[in-house]
């Protein structure tokens, strides 16, 4: 599995969720996965659950969505056409790895576990909104397969108690997920220096499940050291899918692994000198030059010597040294590089 590979490493693992962007269709589904591996995705994300699994078939005030991406449906009907037929389960899976990618799913109920488990995936992600859901975390952990929660919404006290399920079920393998849960997420309420909160606090590492529309949020949280990157993923925004209007299409994805590739190569590790590919600037630093011929036995002075580019001279650091009293050994032509072998009894 790439997950714990990369988390050793310290390479970000980029999640493409798929969610409900097939609009229903098989064949939209795996060409979904297809172009989250031709983008570079590590993992291709599913979410398990039916609308009677995650909800229930009631129209009345509680289950009436009244504001924000899918304002004026009912929890019932949106979950009816966005969920993903559990029979493409092992088709998804098989093809996303066949496409070496790993596969990833989030179950909402025991149900869905259970069959998850059946047809043997290898680590699991639980949603923000189920992180308060202690039995079904304590199910998963459990199973000791690798685990990601997202924390949208959650305070700390409710991300301690999820860490605290996972833990006292002797599952080590946590990862959690910084989230903001509104869709799309404007920059200003993402807070991603929570990151490195939650890393101290929770000492687990932290990720980031990004519902923000581009790529920016991303490169700023592998700045911050993120393990893991989730984001959505379509074919089209014009398809008018459920998260279409946050997902990144197949080019954007593209470009987002290689922004976040490009962002990890730049920072680097811990370095001091010049790199090979700075040799010949190296050679454009300053040094002591005589900027007029100076005869023998001549005083150096601020207008015979100057601290100037390339560095083939003496260091500047002995600039005032031959201000106090030096004189030339022997005639210097104007544009020599100064060496002690030019100066009298030093």
């Not at 923000?128 to 919404?153: Q, T």
């Not at 949020?217 to 993120?226: E, N, P």
């Not at 899918?241 to 470009?255: H, I, K, P």
């Amino acid at each position: 599995m790439k997950l714990l590979d990369y988390m050793q490493n310290k390479k970000t693992y980029l999640i493409a969720e798929m969610s409900g962007n097939h609009g229903g269709d098989l064949n939209k589904a795996l060409e979904i996965v297809h172009a989250a591996a031709a983008a570079g995705a590590d993992c291709l994300k599913i979410q398990t659950y039916t609308a009677d699994t995650i909800t229930i078939n009631c129209h009345t005030e509680p289950f009436w969505i009244r504001t924000g991406l899918w304002q004026k449906e009912y929890l019932y009907d949106l979950y009816l056409k966005a969920y993903t037929p559990w029979e493409w389960t092992p088709l998804l899976k098989e093809e996303a790895e066949k496409c070496g990618m790993d596969f990833l799913s989030t179950p909402f109920d025991f149900t869905a576990v259970d069959f998850l488990e059946s047809v043997n995936v290898g680590f699991y992600k639980i949603a923000s909104f189920e992180i308060v859901d202690i039995p079904l975390i304590k199910k998963v952990a459990k199973l000791g397969k690798p685990m990601i929660i997202s924390c949208g919404m959650a305070s700390v006290e409710e991300i301690q108690e999820a860490v605290d399920t996972v833990q006292a079920a002797g599952n080590p393998n946590l990862v959690l997920l910084k989230c903001c849960s509104a869709y799309p997420t404007d920059y200003n309420v993402m807070h991603l220096n929570t990151i490195t909160d939650m890393q101290k606090r929770f000492d687990v590492p932290v990720g980031l499940s990004d519902h923000s529309v581009g790529t920016l949020a991303d490169i700023a949280a592998v700045a911050l050291g993120v393990p893991v990157i989730e984001k959505h993923i379509c074919l089209s925004r014009e398809d008018k899918t459920v998260d279409g209007a946050f997902s990144l299409d197949r080019e954007e994805f593209q470009q987002l692994v290689a922004d976040v590739r490009a962002a990890e190569a730049a920072l680097g590790g811990v370095h001091y000198g010049p790199d090979p590919e700075e040799a010949q600037s190296y050679a454009h630093r300053r040094s002591l030059f005589a900027v007029q011929d100076i005869k023998a036995g001549e005083a150096f002075t601020s207008e015979n010597i100057r601290s100037i580019r390339p560095a083939c001279g003496l260091h500047t650091r002995y600039y005032e040294e031959l201000l106090d009293g030096k004189r030339a050994a022997r005639d210097i032509p104007f544009g020599t590089p100064l060496s002690w072998d030019d100066v009298a009894e030093r």
